[in-house]
């Protein structure tokens, strides 16, 4: 399988190219420019893995929670390839690339993952590893203050992420005495999210979706949309 990642929802911005079960990947951390960045990028990887944009399947994206800007960007890109190549996407939740980086590099099986979502807040998701060696979500991904996080019940695990940068503090005692590591200053990065969904694919390829279905996920609006359900008629 030949599958092209993308990820941009922090400060990193990077691309990655899954070939056939090897993977290669571009990755800076600049805070602003990532449009400008991504295409050359893309096109460096495609040029030194002799990998033409026609043989590529799918194209994969990081797809948030994090930076409006940085999600926005990378589903129009990856929506930008899909309609160019006519090859699916794959969205993979940045919180869940994020939890494969620690175990890749780490190998920590369990893994508290949280972004600084501003406004005293974090978007955070609890994360372990499969049998296959790759990372699942095993809560909803949440956007919350950092004391309502969800504290795991057993096992030993990792934070990760700019929300422990952030918010370390509160934290760091909410997971205690289950805290083993912490990595504040880990960002995802493009590899991660392709590992992710050339495993997702080739379990169930209807993780695949169109253009028009390659949206970035907004928390803050998922919950304005339900607090709007919630009200009363009248």
Known sequence: MKLLAIETSETACSAALWNDGGVIESYREEPRGHSELLLPMIAELLAGSGVSRRQLQAVAFGRGPGSFTGVRIAASIAQGISLGLAIPVIPVSSLQALAQGVYRTTGQRQVAAAFDARMHEVYWALCAVDGDGVMQLQSEER????????????????????????????????????????????????????????????????????????????????????????????
């Not at 590992?195 to 907004?218: M, T």
């Open 143 to 234: 956007v919350s203050h950092p004391q309502q996080v969800e504290r795991p019940r057993q096992g030993q695990w990792a934070g990760a992420g700019s929300g422990w940068s952030a918010h370390g503090e509160t934290l760091r005692e909410l997971l205690a005495p289950r805290l083993v590591a912490e990595l504040p200053q880990l960002y995802c990065h493009a590899q991660d999210v392709a590992a992710i969904a050339a495993h997702a694919w080739s379990r169930d390829d209807s993780v695949a979706v169109s253009a028009a279905e390659a949206l970035p996920l907004y928390l803050r609006d998922k919950i304005a949309q339900k607090k709007e359900q919630q009200k009363p008629a009248g």
